[in-house]
């Protein structure tokens, strides 16, 4: 399971360009991983259930109606005032700090990269057999039916680009694309027209 969260500080990093020269990076992605092991703990082992639950409401921040969380990074909060215990979260999160972290929607709404990316990782079988794997998004509310007996206005048609396919008044985006740049963290998703 792959949750999404922005990081208020960001991690930096650096790396030397084509040309030599050290260019240094902030990235605000935040990527909690939580594998089937992690959801499913032995008797006893309860900190996978609250780190879910951290992570949820990391996710959950949005900004102006809910505070930001904070993720603790090597370290645990034990709990006080009505605060819930916070479990260290460096098994599950993407980052090498603790962070103050928002709604993971404002720079990944449409987190599919980390899906993709899981998708071509895992191998069938053991064997290397081929499968035919599917993966389903669904939007809650496509904005209504559209009648096949309207014609469009040619106003409000936006012209196609390789990113954005959208009709004014409808979905953001009505075609969804392989990420082109793959943030810090996320698994890397390999495009069907790649070998």
């Known amino acids: 399971m792959y949750i999404t969260t922005t990081l208020l500080a960001g991690e930096t990093s650096r790396f030397t360009d084509d040309y030599g020269t050290l260019v240094a990076d902030v990235d605000h992605h935040g990527l909690f991983t939580f594998t089937q092991d992690a959801l499913t703990p032995p008797d006893g082992e309860g900190d996978s259930l609250t780190a879910l639950a951290l992570a949820a409401r990391s996710s959950a921040s949005f900004p102006a109606a809910f505070e930001p969380s904070f993720v603790p990074f090597n370290e645990q909060i034990p709990a006080e005032s009505g605060i819930p215990r916070r479990p260290d979260m460096a098994r599950y999160a993407n980052v090498t700090r603790s ?31 081929e499968v035919r794997r599917l993966l389903a998004y ?11 007996q309207d014609v469009p206005d040619k106003d409000k048609v936006v012209e196609r680009t390789d990113d954005d396919c959208s009709v004014e008044g409808g979905p953001e985006r009505s075609v969804v694309a392989v990420d082109r740049e793959r943030p810090r963290g996320y698994p890397q998703a390999q495009r069907p027209d790649q070998n």
């Open 99 to 129: 962070h103050w972290a928002a709604d993971g929607g404002i720079l990944a709404n449409r987190p599919l990269a980390p899906l993709l990316g899981a998708v071509f990782a895992r191998p069938a079988t053991p064997e290397g057999r």
């Open 138 to 148: 669904v939007v809650p509310d496509g904005g209504g039916t559209a009648n096949p």
